[in-house]
């Protein structure tokens, strides 16, 4: 059974930081290119950042400079470093594969930026 369980988020101010981890069971994580998906409010779901099994990575514009995603082949877990979080920031954040499958998707992690 696969389980992806995203963890990390919370509150935290404009300008601050936060480190979302995903530890992924039941697929073969080496050989899976990653990805770090969000929905805000009223938003459909978009893919901010990926890594591919090779380490290289793409984000979406709109994060580029400020998230850097990586991966631990050993633990099966993937991270994303968030930077300079602004408040539209703000959503509910997945990991899944890419592209993603319908049936792995997690409960996800909130992260809400604001004063």
């Known amino acids: 059974q696969v389980q992806l369980v995203e963890s990390g988020g919370g509150l935290v101010q404009p300008g601050g930081s936060l480190r979302l981890s995903c530890a992924t069971s039941?697929?073969?994580?080496?050989?899976?290119?990653m990805g770090w998906y969000r929905q805000a409010p009223g938003k459909q779901r978009e893919l901010v950042a990926t890594?591919?099994?090779?380490?290289?990575?793409n984000y979406a514009d709109s994060v580029k400079g400020r998230f850097t995603l990586s991966r631990d082949n050993g633990k099966s877990t993937v991270y994303l470093q968030m930077n300079s979080l602004k408040p539209e920031d703000t959503a509910l954040y997945y990991c899944n594969l890419v592209p993603y499958n319908n049936d792995y998707w997690g409960q996800g992690t909130q992260v809400t930026v604001s004063s």
């Open positions: 039941g697929i073969i994580f080496r050989l899976n290119a």
């Open positions: 890594i591919i099994r090779g380490g290289s990575t």
